[in-house]
């Protein structure tokens, strides 16, 4: 889907799979081949003319349209999504909702229009010893910028998702890489989107979506030279090696990956006095929650030295072991959840606490949920034990101390979120264990679950490298539009010459930045 | 000079130069030992947990306090410098006032406090299907930075230049790798630091400065597992092998180089015959101001077919030829200009149209500048005459048609600023250049002259690769603070437990979004 025209020039084809069932769904889609992507990328960089110069106004009617469009196709697409995924229709109604809702914020973003940054610093003529120019900048868009759907959110964080979303709303044209896993829902998201653009009146370029069953598009993508940034969600070996291969170009770009994180817990003394088994469930629904196949499942829940923690712990044993069978995503995610289980169950220092009973359900992707169990001592010399399994299964580690917590926790790389199970006194206690974690993490979690990311304006899906490529960045969130801007200055123009944005009159009625006070005022 | 202490474990010794003289400065400096830079880099880190914490008040006091210290030694630190560096006393003394003005201005902008862009979502507890929680977010340090000091400005972009004040201001510790050429200079600033860590007191290893004559100390900073984040000034094959460096880490950290950048001016019909003698004075004081060692030098110049070009030309060959000697930073410096200088001299499609007369000055570090000239077509064929020539030289391009603009800006690499001279009515002629340039560079000027670079709120000296490793910063001005810091959320904090910025009594007074609006208010 380059622009407006449905290409089908490639010879190699490939098929969505029922997760269920195990059966090939038609029709066939066709890798891209290299004319095609270069194509999109062409036409990508020759809208950018014209789209990175589109008002708040444009963009916000694009982007709501993209939202109408997906929601008057919502029972095909979730009954699509469904075929190709296995998730429930009600995960998935609640995904396109999620879509949708996410289109309109960054619509209401750029409609209000201050989310630029627009600084002024009027001109000292009478400076000494030499005068001050007038000074002005805003953010302004990166040019096309190159998006892998993922496979676990096959609305929110694909094709129509929130890197599509926060690209176009900056203002950058986006070629997405549809995830082989479901492309008839990328296909049709793909189709809501291009009806968008030429419904708003907007070059064809503004979008793209090419298929690839392999990685030889995506690769492609990333080192076009057409291509100024590159949005990722998937597994860190993926997003590690498409990084450096951004970072490897005659002109390196900026490359935003959503990689690898396992999201520990930390239950603390008062918690589990006061409500072990409510949190042993909240925690079993959340590393369960859509097969534990979220980036923010909890992989690792730390338990004190405490008497209290044995109502945790059975009530947790006795959830995994009631559980029925989970469907993986794809075949690629079962080898490796089947693959992870084995090695940790033959490690000498953990133990496989609580099983589901296989109802050897007759699908190739079903797999049972694992509870394993160790102590702080193993986590401490094997840091292999904080990688991420995507699948149902969590590491509980108990007998901490006071010390281990806070070593274990020193230890621990980058991830998008810590969770902390306490009371008013526990962080009181531990406040040295908060501070700790606020350097390794981009969202820290009090008395909840991490999964569940609030589209917002406060919202970090982010996190030092591997949880991101970029720590300084979040996938989710209103603010996930600053990864596809950069700032531009304007020293000594005239007013006719200004963006709206800059202007004296503030015709936008924008909040700025004026001799360093904020004010939506005009000058 | 690692926190408190003062190291001279290493057994290679180096000295600063005189370049007008060529003689030798004692003292003699010691390259950091390995165990040197462990030690600074680990104090660093120790350091961290307290001033990551430490409020703005406290880092603006300390920034101050860096700025009075300087202000104390300024005869000795000038007097140095000039005999380091050869740069005229007046322009020291100018750079000393930037550069205590810089920490002023950080100070200002951390004693104030919205600069962490403080947001607020507050819970809505009956929200369906689910309640939404408490999400709050606000920048936050990212840890250890590591500083390249820059040879062109001994101190405002070196020891206590932009880079370290904008990482201290956000809260990061700092490691500094002196430049070589002015040792003594690095020597005196580091102290003035130092002294103010100590004064203010605040943990030794909030500041540490490592010498070394060579590239060893610089790449083992950059792979330290303890530095979080890199920022670099210099030339682009330096900064692009330190960049591949700190993305092929195991962890890679940003880094935030500014490289390379030929700064094109345009000079368009208008311009030309309102006033184009004084257009070309006032570039022949800009390319030659600091002896043509500024990142920001205009070392091309495009003019259009016109008649009025003439007297442009004549003006700017006849100041050229009057001109005296200059005197480079370093023998690498001066090597590489004469060898670029040859280069260009023998290139068929470029003349040499006039030379200053060499005075035969005595140091071997004395230069004489040159005036370059080609055609559009030459331009488009050869990339090679795009590239930084560090010295007092720049490059006429003359005879360009409309489409020639057009086709050059388009072929454009990124630069740090880009300038139009014209006419209210050329700059209407000429939007779609204007509109080229924008997505090509960090600064767009009109009517002046692209060096001198106020430090101010809505400065950007920055521009897509090779002008920087990463177009989505800059490295002067108050936005400079973005670089070091990272979004961190707090969801469903009690009140005791969040940063005072995110209170919902907004002690700090500063402006936040809440609930998407901005506001200074208290919840």
Chains 1, 2 share one sequence.
């Not at 088994?277 to 629904?285: E, Q, V, Y």
């Not at 609030?454 to 600053?482: C, K, L, N, W």
Request: neutral net charge.
């Amino acid at each position: 889907m380059i622009g407006f025209h449905e290409g089908a020039a490639g010879t190699e084809q490939f098929y969505g799979v029922n997760p269920t069932t195990g059966q090939t769904l038609q029709p066939g889609f066709f890798a891209a081949t290299k004319e095609e992507l270069d194509g999109a990328a062409e036409q990508a960089f020759q809208s950018f003319a014209v789209y990175g110069r589109a008002s708040g106004r444009e963009k916000g009617a694009f982007l709501r349209r993209i939202a109408a469009n997906l929601e008057s196709i919502a029972d095909e697409l979730i009954e699509r999504a469904n075929q190709e995924t296995a998730l429930p229709k009600p995960r998935l109604q609640g995904e396109t909702t999620r879509t949708c809702g996410q289109l309109r914020l960054f619509a209401q973003v750029v409609e209000e229009g201050s989310w630029v940054g627009a600084r002024i610093d009027r001109a000292q003529p009478d400076r000494k010893p030499i005068p001050r120019p007038d000074i002005r900048s805003m953010l302004r868009p990166l040019g096309p910028v190159a998006v892998f759907g993922a496979s676990n959110f096959p609305l929110a964080f694909s094709v129509a998702g929130g890197d599509t979303t926060s690209a176009l709303a900056g203002g950058n044209p986006v070629v997405v890489k549809a995830h082989p896993a479901h492309p008839g829902t990328s296909e049709l998201a793909g189709r809501a989107i291009r009806d968008a653009v030429r419904d708003c009146g907007l070059p064809a370029g503004v979008f793209s979506l090419l298929f690839d069953s392999g990685t030889q598009v995506g690769t492609a993508l990333v080192k076009h030279a057409r291509v100024k940034a590159v949005g990722f969600t998937g597994s860190r070996r993926a997003g590690r090696a498409l990084m450096d291969l951004a970072g490897s170009r005659p002109d390196p770009i900026p490359f935003f990956a959503e990689m690898s994180s396992t999201n520990p817990v930390f239950v603390l003394p008062g918690a589990l006095r006061e409500r072990g088994p409510d949190i042993a469930a909240g925690l079993h629904g959340s590393f369960t929650l859509g097969a534990g196949q979220f980036c923010t499942k909890p992989g690792m829940v730390f338990l004190p030295e405490d008497a209290n923690a044995r109502s945790f712990k059975e009530k947790l044993e006795q959830l995994v072991n009631a559980a029925g069978d989970y469907h993986l995503l794809t075949e690629g995610i079962r080898s490796s959840y089947v693959e992870e289980i084995r090695t940790r169950q033959k490690h000498p220092g953990v133990q496989s606490v609580a099983t589901a009973l296989n109802s050897r359900a007759e699908s190739a992707l079903a797999v049972c949920e694992v509870l394993f169990k160790t102590g702080p001592a193993c986590v401490l010399r094997n840091t292999a034990l904080d990688g991420e399994i995507f699948g149902p299964t969590t590491l509980m580690v108990d007998d901490c101390s006071r010390e281990d917590l806070l070593a274990i926790a020193r230890r621990l790389e980058g991830h998008l979120t810590a969770t902390i199970h306490g009371t008013d006194e526990d962080l009181r206690e531990y406040a040295d264990l908060l501070a700790i974690l606020e350097t390794r993490v981009g969202r820290l979690v009090f008395n909840g679950f991490p999964t569940g990311v609030e589209v917002s304006h406060a919202m970090v899906h982010g996190g030092p490298y591997p949880a991101t490529s970029d720590g300084r960045s979040t996938s989710v969130g209103s603010q996930a539009i600053f990864r596809f801007a950069r700032p531009v200055c304007y020293q000594g123009f005239p007013q006719a010459a200004l963006p709206e944005e800059l202007k004296d009159s503030n015709p936008l009625g924008i909040w700025r930045m004026v001799d360093g006070q904020m004010t939506r005022d005009r000058i």
